[in-house]
């Protein structure tokens, strides 16, 4: 089969033992779809890019991207006024918050942080917290940080498997902040009037090969994505977000579940602005398409679709408000309240925070690219701060 995209340099920078297991199961069982090779790049437990004991988020320049909560802790505090306001609306006994994915802790704090001030999520409340973790390194940094707070009391952390075979019924909120772009994608092209997906293969190096889609599966969701594709575009199948939104509405008995990434609804995504897809690889601050590069050592992301989302969410049975833009999301739930007190006496760190904390509601930056999109179980009121139209929202107040 003819190379779809060969790089000279591919396999450079990786992580020579995960670039070694790439190799072997090649070698054993022929090209792997590039969902497999994203899923191996990222979440091998020994080697993937999330296994490292190096945290890659950060403004700092040995970092990899940055997040909302790396920012500003004045996101947190607002993502935790909505959290307070949905386990509100849940009501009852054995209420529980849930962060999936809390990386490096910066909104698991902000979030506990407010809920203690208003008196909830401390074990005597019967609001539990409980953090998602796969890497023992970031647990261990989590509870650290909440621990420096006071604020470790009563939290659990789970594993991704351990939580979504627990089985329970939850009660409560989920939070997912940037979780789903991270997810292992399927990538296709559509030639000559129909699809093909582009597999990984090994010629002294990994390298992108073009062959017959790897399943029923995966076609019959490329042409439910994008049912009038265009010649020699590009797209992602994110089979693996869509099967975990399932799981976890199968545990959410009464609840909301909170979802922050970057995204389109299905107009957008498959545009010809487009036409590429959406698949970057970031290191060190850069975006690339260099996807097969640094292996383990870099992070893959692809813009979710909301569109398809949406439609699983409905199949479960859930409600779905959104997207709306993070931009509204915070001005909504009161991020001009840090702006109140004006003046020159203001100090200079406040005014370096506020500054952060714009970047994240303004146009053009985070508050456009990000969206926010929040789904509830039958019956509950999905008349939320964050999601109110802009005649509804708070009147400014000293924070």
């Known amino acids: 089969m003819k190379p779809f995209s060969l790089l000279p340099?591919?396999?450079?920078?990786?992580?020579?033992?995960?670039?070694?297991?790439?190799?072997?199961?090649?070698?054993?069982?022929?090209?792997?779809?590039?969902?497999?090779?994203?899923?191996?790049?990222?979440?091998?437990?020994?080697?993937?890019?999330?296994?490292?004991?190096?945290?890659?988020?950060?403004?700092?320049?040995?970092?990899?991207?940055?997040?909302?909560?790396?920012?500003?802790?004045?996101?947190?505090?607002?993502?935790?006024?909505?959290?307070?306001?949905?386990?509100?609306?849940?009501?009852?006994?054995?209420?529980?918050?849930?962060?999936?994915?809390?990386?490096?802790?910066?909104?698991?704090?902000?979030?506990?942080?407010n809920l203690r001030d208003r008196g909830a999520a401390r074990p005597a409340s019967g609001i539990r917290c409980t953090l998602v973790e796969s890497s023992p390194y970031r647990r261990e940094s989590q509870a650290r940080r909440l621990r420096e707070r006071d604020l470790a009391e009563g939290v659990l952390w789970r594993t991704p498997q351990e939580w979504l075979e627990e089985g329970g019924p939850v009660r409560g909120c989920l939070v997912a902040n940037e979780i789903l772009d991270a997810m292992p994608v399927h990538r296709l092209v559509y030639r000559d009037g129909g699809f093909q997906e582009v597999l990984v293969d090994w010629r002294a190096s990994p390298v992108e090969i073009l062959a017959p889609v790897s399943s029923a599966e995966v076609l019959e969701q490329a042409i439910r994505d994008c049912p009038a594709p265009r010649e020699g575009q590009e797209l992602e199948v994110g089979l693996a977000a869509l099967k975990w939104l399932r799981r976890l509405a199968g545990r959410l008995e009464r609840g909301y579940i909170i979802f922050l990434d970057y995204g389109y609804l299905a107009p957008e995504m498959y545009s010809l602005r487009h036409h590429r897809g959406t698949l970057l690889a970031y290191h060190r601050h850069t975006a690339s398409e260099a996807y097969l590069r640094r292996v383990g050592r870099q992070d893959l992301t692809a813009h979710v679709n909301f569109s398809s989302l949406l439609e699983i969410a409905s199949a479960c049975g859930l409600q779905a408000r959104g997207p709306v833009s993070q931009g509204h999301f915070l001005l909504a739930l009161g991020a001009l309240d840090w702006f109140a007190d004006s003046g020159e006496d203001v100090p200079l760190a406040a005014r370096r925070g506020r500054k952060a904390?714009?970047?994240?509601?303004?146009?053009?930056?985070?508050?456009?690219?990000?969206?926010?999109?929040?789904?509830?179980?039958?019956?509950?009121?999905?008349?939320?701060?964050?999601?109110?139209?802009?005649?509804?929202?708070?009147?400014p107040r000293s924070s």
């Open 9 to 113: 340099e591919g396999g450079k920078g990786s992580d020579p033992h995960l670039l070694e297991e790439i190799r072997q199961r090649i070698h054993s069982h022929g090209p792997i779809s590039f969902a497999e090779y994203m899923d191996l790049a990222l979440y091998h437990p020994q080697w993937g890019y999330y296994a490292r004991s190096e945290d890659p988020v950060g403004p700092a320049d040995d970092r990899d991207y940055f997040t909302a909560p790396t920012r500003s802790a004045a996101f947190g505090s607002l993502v935790g006024r909505q959290v307070a306001e949905c386990l509100q609306k849940v009501g009852g006994s054995g209420r529980e918050w849930v962060e999936l994915g809390p990386g490096g802790g910066d909104l698991a704090v902000p979030v506990l942080q």
């Open 357 to 395: 904390l714009q970047t994240l509601f303004l146009p053009g930056g985070m508050g456009e690219s990000h969206q926010v999109i929040v789904l509830g179980t039958a019956g509950l009121d999905m008349d939320l701060t964050g999601l109110r139209p802009q005649g509804r929202w708070p009147i």
